[in-house]
Structure formats: C-alpha cells, structure tokens
C-alpha cells in the first residue's frame, strides 16, 4: 500500500468510517463482544492496577470503543467492571440506536483463586447493568456468554500414537472434550 492509501485509511477511521471488518457467516455474527483484561502488576510503588475493556460496536468488528480504567488497591474490582461495563452498554445504544440480543464477553487473566470472585461479582454486577438498562429501553433480556480464561494452568497435551510419548500435539489440534471441570460450565 502506498503512503497516500494508509492515509486515506486513517483519515476515514478517525471519520468515524469501517476501513476493514472480518467476514463472519451469519451463524457465526454476535452483535456485541466485549473483552476484559486486568493488569494486576502493581504501577510502580502505588499499588494501582490497571483494567481494560474493549466492546465491537458492529457486526463486522470493525468499530470498537475501548475503556481503560485505573483501579486503587482498595477498590473493588467487580465495582469497576459493572461500571466499565455501563458506559460500553451506553455507547452501543447511542452508536447504533439499539442495544444487541446477544452479548458475548471474554474475560482474561483469572487466576484458580479468583474463579468465585468473578462469578459472585463482576457477573452479579454486569447482569444487574443489564437488567437496569434493558428494562429502561423496555426491551427483553439478552442472551449472555461469559467466558473466563485462567491464567497460569498447568494443563498439557501428548500426541498419542506419535512414537515418543511426550511428543506434542501437531500444529492445528482441537481439543474438544473434558479440558474443563463439569461444575465451571454454568
């Protein structure tokens, strides 16, 4: 690409234009994603950490608003996230006069310790923003995805069959079945 059509891009991002998507089939298109990460490691000497979330304001991912949060030590993290979580669900309404039937939100850097923590509050808190605003529009619940991923797992998988027992599996395997405890899929 040529330095005038990079600018050209740039120029109608920050227009507020799509300049790329991805091309989902319909099966596969959620309305509205959201992602969560928490940079725990502490900032400098305070004690702050920090939390992000980014939300897809279009069916093609391609226009996003994010939201980065600085979180004193003493602040209650499931607070923030309701809160963060807000303002997305009310930039998506004033983006596209609407709010999504399907809510998919992917929930990073959990650790084993964490695990009810997420559950009990920041889930708790996020149904109850949706519940205020849904009811305010008069509008009927949406379907929610929460997935957590944890951080720090000691799980591994051998190829069975591949000679050396402790091989690798080969690049491109899905493991599908019983990588996750009965009782984490609610």
Do not use: H
């Not at 303002?87 to 709010?99: G, S, V």
């Not at 809510?103 to 009810?116: A, C, H, N, P, T």
């Amino acid at each position: 690409m040529s330095i005038c059509t990079k600018l050209v891009i740039q120029m109608n991002a920050k227009g507020g234009g799509e300049p790329w998507g991805m091309g989902m089939p319909d099966a596969l298109k959620i309305p509205w994603c959201l992602d969560m990460m928490f940079i725990t490691e502490r900032l400098e000497t305070r004690g702050d950490s920090v939390a992000a979330m980014t939300a897809t304001f279009s069916p093609s991912v391609g226009r996003c608003y994010s939201k980065v949060e600085k979180l004193p030590s003493r602040e209650e993290v499931a607070t923030k996230v309701a809160d963060m979580f807000d303002d997305c669900i009310r930039k998506y309404f004033k983006k596209n006069q609407t709010l999504p039937d399907r809510i998919m939100m992917y929930r990073d850097g959990v650790g084993e310790g964490q695990l009810r923590d997420v559950y009990e509050q920041e889930l708790v808190g996020i149904k109850a923003s949706i519940a205020l605003r849904y009811n305010q529009k008069n509008t009927a619940l949406p379907k929610l995805t929460y997935i957590v991923v944890n951080k720090r797992i000691n799980t591994r998988f051998f190829a069975k069959g591949r000679g050396d027992p402790y091989m690798n599996p080969p690049p491109g395997t899905v493991v599908d079945d019983t990588v996750t405890r009965p009782e984490r899929q609610v």
